[in-house]
Nanobody, 123 residues
Framework: QVQLVESGGGLVQAGGSLRLSCAAS????????VGWFRQAPGKEREFVAA????????NYVDFVKGRFTISRDNTKTVAYLQMNSLRPEDTAVYYC????????????????WGQGTQVTVSS
């Protein structure tokens, strides 16, 4: 079993930055891919970024490429999402997830989910 806890969300002005953290408990974290998803009010949850178990492979949705960076530190069992050049349309609850299946962009590939952290970008 893996428990995930997100942190680092908040209110930021457009153009600003935030770094989200996903702290994991459980010894199997290093063997799992980690994905970040987001859900805005009235919208479906959508894929943002993912990283494989070793950190050697990353995947991003087009609208965050060049702005967001996903990383992980298996020694600390934590994953990060660095978000730069934030836009009002990035406002959402951000969730981290962990799992073994592929593709990493699919919600169904992840067995473990955090509770989410709110990111609000003001214009």
């Amino acid at each position: 079993q893996v428990q995930l806890v997100e942190s680092g969300g908040g209110l930021v002005q457009a153009g600003g930055s935030l770094r989200l953290s996903c702290a994991a408990s459980g010894r199997t974290f290093s063997g799992l891919a980690v994905g970040w998803f987001r859900q805005a009010p009235g919208k479906e949850r959508e894929f943002v970024a993912a990283i494989n178990w070793s950190g050697s492979v990353t995947n991003y949705v087009d609208f965050v490429k060049g702005r967001f960076t996903i990383s992980r530190d298996n020694t600390k069992t934590v994953a990060y999402l660095q978000m730069n050049s934030l836009r009002p349309e990035d406002t959402a609850v951000y969730y981290c997830a962990a799992g073994r299946l592929s593709p990493m962009s699919e919600i169904s590939s992840y067995a473990y989910w955090g509770q989410g952290t709110q990111v609000t970008v003001s214009s």
